[in-house]
């Protein structure tokens, strides 16, 4: 009997669950469908990421689609700007603000590795948006590479970086850019498309490279 009253009790003084508002299921669904996206560029291309593919994936109906995205390239187009920031902040969100100079650049391109561990299709999403996702490949670099410049621009003010002016900063952030990209190319992916640990030896090179470069 005691036992009864206590369940009793407790069913009494719980808190009802609270059911999502529709607000809240749309967007649910929108970040469903644009998850399932990534996922089929990843493995199959933009080209195999066809709106049945996609629905099928999320498994919705594919007239749910066009209550979120006007037609297969407008979710295209959004797809490279919302992972960008995604990986941004996955990096900005794990350095160690205490850390400055050449072992900051260390920790962005670690980090950088990592974020491509845990998601794996990201680099395919980039490099195939230049000719099936243009809008998206402008957007995307024109925001890490402002974050980039932004990082510099302190590094520089901190008397850390030597040698530039704050106008050759964004040409700096674009060779950084391309020579992480470069390396995941040739050192993060195995044959079959799955990521690697990259040998420490890549890392410290290009810690060295740059430790040379900029912070000399």
């Known amino acids: 009997m005691t036992t009864q009253r206590t369940l009793k009790t407790a069913k009494k003084n719980a808190r009802p669950v609270r059911e999502s508002t529709r607000a809240e299921k749309a967007e ?6 644009l998850d399932a996206a990534v996922k089929i560029v990843g493995r199959l291309g933009y080209q195999g990421a066809s709106i049945a593919n996609i629905t099928a994936h999320a498994k919705v109906a594919q007239g749910t689609f066009y209550n979120y995205f006007e037609s297969r390239q407008d979710i295209l187009d959004q797809l490279l ?46 490099n195939e948006a230049e000719t099936m996702a243009p809008k998206a490949h402008k957007v995307y670099f024109k925001h890490v590479s402002e974050g ?31 020579t992480r990209t470069y390396l995941a190319q040739r050192y993060a992916f195995s044959s079959r ?9 890549v890392i410290s090179t290009y810690v060295d490279v740059i430790s040379r470069a900029l912070y000399r």
């Open 28 to 33: 649910n669904t929108r970040n469903t469908l």
């Open 81 to 126: 700007p919302i992972m960008g920031r995604q990986m941004t902040e996955y990096i900005k969100s794990r350095m160690d603000p205490d850390t400055h100079g050449v072992e900051r650049e260390k920790q962005r391109i670690t980090l950088y590795f990592e974020f491509l561990a845990e998601h794996p299709w990201f680099h395919r999403l980039v």
């Open 148 to 178: 980039y410049i932004r990082s510099l621009t302190r590094s520089l003010e901190r008397g850390e970086i030597k040698g530039y002016t704050v106008e050759q900063l964004e040409a700096i952030a674009y060779m950084l850019m391309s």
């Open 193 to 201: 498309g799955a990521v690697k640990p990259v040998p420490a030896n």
